[in-house]
């Protein structure tokens, strides 16, 4: 198990090091990516050298966000030594890629995800925050780093990602005041929503076809959605897809498949009351008691019996 | 033209005042009810006898808002005597029909919109507020009257109604400190979220229906929706329709057509840029510089050329 570290812990051993490897989560959200991009800048202003990596694809859909073009991806065999590896916004080793390897450093964990498995040397765990982002903002104060205004754009779209625009039960009033402070350093709240609703007519053009594949089972309570290999396409931003089903009367759990390929289904699970984390964990994923994510390495059809069955196994046991 | 008040001088009208009418505009949304309800609710705390009154129906998408069973429809002819009418959230006159007429007592108009025509006895403008309830949760501190929860889950709605569930421009850090506040009380984010994205099975299929109505003019500058006569149900909350045309990339200027009746078409716009109040204004409607709404008593083909014709004109005018 980790060494769990408070937050002056944590603030040391970022003043002890000078090359400084930060590294998030795969299928890289707006929380991996903000709050890597600010912590990275910050760091970059106390000295550090800093080299920020995540080993999967970025989606264009982040290309507005200040530093996107910084990340690098390793290579198998790669041999990077730094003073501290920082793992960032992710729950377990396996949500990294292959930088635990090529990293030579101590690993410190700074993440917000209940699922966390303790797997880092160091770990900074905070579950009440919404968003690794906020846990950053903390981190700014105690290092005394003045946030500018690219950085604060950073968390402002870290926290609002993983807090969904302040409507999940995760948004705390320190949460809210977090964000209230980011826009007074002169974030512009209409400008971030602009680019993270932004959508293209092709976007709209797939919500209609995934909206046609609503359906629902064990009574209504469980809806369902599916972006099929067919229609799939890494450019176009479905995360937000799974509200639909979500926000529907009667439904406790909301989930999607994504034909990521003919054999991989990329599975997003929202509920109600139901700890989905529980589930999306038993299949390798992560995420949060409400809102948690998983790969299935079979066909959509089967991955969504497959996840069906465990829903519908879970909801009996807890009965709703 | 009314006269100017402080809050101070709003709070002195309140308390010499004993029976209180508070009034909101048709077409009610969730700052219009959901202010009127806080303040009634405040103003009965200080022994106050409160009557509240919306001239139009009520959607039954607000059930969930404690109290919203309390509003009454005054009729012509009616004669009420009060100590104070309060024009809650309306900047015009003609925005709350029958009550100035029946409410024999000085006029009070508490609101937050630029297009305001200074109608009323006494005038408190915020224009920088997100949201009436915004305004009333000042109110509040300044009549010492405790927020309690449902106060507070009544001012959380009104608040994230008019700043778009803070992706507006009008969120400030002011608006987000007071919605922390709110939180702080016991409002729970998740709850009224659940509230105000639920949607039914129809809503879903309508959503279908008016995603395919979607059309661009003016270079794609322009984007539309409609909902036709014939798919329109009153039961069926429409308003978050207008987001999809406004977060299309290259569109600057959103447009939803509602065909109430059949020669009379409600308006939506919302804009980027371009200041759709003015436009709303000169059709008898109202609104935000961005977010403005207004009838046109014509059928819905009609009532599209009059609406694109005055906007093409006002973009060529402001080159966008």
Redesign the interface.
């Known amino acids: 198990m980790s060494k769990k570290l408070t937050m002056p812990e944590v603030a040391a051993l970022f003043e002890g090091a000078k090359d400084i490897v930060i590294v998030s989560h795969i299928n890289p959200d707006g929380d991996a990516l903000g709050s890597t991009l600010a912590l990275a800048a910050g760091l970059r202003k106390k000295g550090k050298n800093v080299v920020i990596s995540i080993d999967d694809e970025i989606s264009s859909y982040y290309n507005f966000m200040p530093g996107i073009d910084q990340f690098v991806r390793f290579k198998q065999g790669d041999v990077i030594n730094a003073d501290l590896l920082v793992i960032n916004d992710a729950s377990s080793l396996d949500r990294i890629g292959v930088a635990a390897e090529c990293v030579k450093a101590p690993m410190l964990n700074i993440d917000h995800h209940v699922s966390n498995t303790g797997f880092a040397d160091y770990l900074y765990l905070d579950v009440d925050a919404a968003a690794t982002g906020e846990v950053i903002f903390r981190l700014f104060k105690e290092l005394n780093i003045e946030i500018d205004l690219q950085m604060a754009f950073c968390l402002y779209v870290a926290i609002?990602t993983d807090?969904?625009?302040?409507?999940?039960?995760n948004?705390?009033?320190?949460c809210?005041?977090c964000?209230?402070?980011l826009?007074?350093i002169g974030v512009?709240?209409?400008v971030v929503?602009?680019f993270l609703?932004?959508?293209?007519?092709d976007?709209?053009k797939l919500?209609?076809k995934v909206?046609?594949t609503?359906a629902f089972e064990f009574n209504g309570r469980i809806a369902t959605i599916e972006i099929s290999h067919e229609n799939y396409n890494p450019d176009i931003a479905t995360d937000s897809f799974i509200?639909?089903p979500?926000?529907?009367?009667g439904v406790e759990v909301a989930m999607m498949f994504k034909g990521v390929e003919k054999d991989v289904t990329r599975v997003s699970m929202r509920s109600?009351r139901l700890d989905v984390s529980k589930i999306a964990l038993s299949f390798g994923g992560g995420g949060h008691k409400?809102a948690s994510g998983c790969t299935i390495y079979k066909d959509m059809a089967e991955a969504k019996k497959i996840m069906l069955a465990s829903i519908v196994d879970e909801m009996g046991n807890c009965n709703g």
């Not at 948004?171 to 320190?174: I, L, V």
């Not at 609703?197 to 007519?201: A, F, L, N, V, W």
């Open positions: 609002v807090c969904g625009y302040f409507k999940y039960s948004t705390t009033p320190h809210m005041n964000a209230a402070e826009l007074a512009e709240p209409d929503s602009d609703e932004m959508k293209s007519r976007d709209i919500l209609s909206l046609e609503l509200h639909y979500r926000y529907i009367d109600r409400r």
